[in-house]
């Protein structure tokens, strides 16, 4: 089971581009990367997933590098309303999905 | 996205007696749900794998005759809380796994609920 490595909290001001790292050491072939969101009192809600190199969405984008160690949520010119738990998963196949700490985010108004 | 509800959305109960929460899969069908638990300022933690037709399956040091789950049908999964303790207070969630369906993006994409906060007296 890959384990996950994420900052505990990030303040960003109003408009600007957010970037959440993840590490990620000991991924393995099959495993993806999952993002999820989730507001105070709320189930967490699906972001992004990826494999490798960059996914984008109406959302977010994903950054996985080559060696897939770590990666890189963007949240494109945030508002109020990102302000959320963000958790990086790494899943392999259908097992189970286990979350780590998260990345508290607050947006500054 | 497909949904998921729970119900209830709260619940506050006396010490001693039992809760049961309901989890329901709305417009797809699921064999695997997921049944979660989540402290204040904490990241949820997975208590069992509740699986259509057959048992559920429960992580380490999760009780399974304290927290009985009944995957009775494709779109509905119970958790049943009893004997329930001021230490059972938390925030439930349920979540789905989607089958038969085209997802195109992800390879593995689970459904939440909205939660249950149960408060125990």
């Known amino acids: 089971l890959a384990k996950t490595t994420q900052p505990i909290s990030m303040d960003s001001y109003e408009g600007q581009e957010v970037n959440i790292t993840c590490s990620h050491n000991?991924?393995?072939?099959?495993?993806?990367i999952t993002w999820y969101q989730q507001f105070p009192s709320q189930g967490p809600r699906f972001i992004i997933q990826?494999?490798?190199t960059k996914v984008t969405n109406e959302v977010a984008s994903l950054f996985i590098p080559a060696d897939r160690k770590s990666s890189t949520l963007s949240l494109p010119r945030v508002s109020l309303s990102d302000t959320a738990v963000y958790y990086c998963?790494?899943?392999?196949?259908?097992?189970?999905?286990?979350f780590g700490t998260g990345t508290r985010l607050t947006v500054i108004p | 996205g497909a949904v998921v509800s729970q119900h209830p959305s709260w619940v506050i109960c006396k010490s001693g007696t039992s809760v049961k929460i309901e989890c329901r899969s709305l417009?797809?069908?699921?064999?695997?749900m997921f049944w979660y638990r989540q402290f204040p300022k904490q990241s949820l933690m997975l208590m069992a794998t509740?699986?259509?037709?057959?048992?559920?399956?429960?992580e380490q040091g999760v009780e399974k005759d304290k927290f009985l789950i009944n995957h009775a049908s494709l779109t509905l999964s119970t958790l049943t809380v009893t004997s329930a303790h001021p230490e059972d207070s938390s925030f439930y969630i349920c979540?789905?796994?989607?089958?038969?369906?085209?997802?195109?993006?992800?390879?593995?994409?689970?459904?939440f609920g909205p939660g249950t906060r149960l408060t125990v007296l």
């Open positions: 000991n991924i393995a072939t099959n495993d993806y």
């Open positions: 998963l790494v899943v392999t196949g259908a097992n189970n999905l286990f």
């Open positions: 990826g494999y490798k």
């Open positions: 417009d797809f069908q699921a064999t695997t």
């Open positions: 979540s789905a796994r989607v089958i038969g369906r085209a997802v195109e993006s992800s390879y593995n994409e689970q459904f």
């Open positions: 509740s699986n259509e037709g057959s048992k559920a399956t429960y």
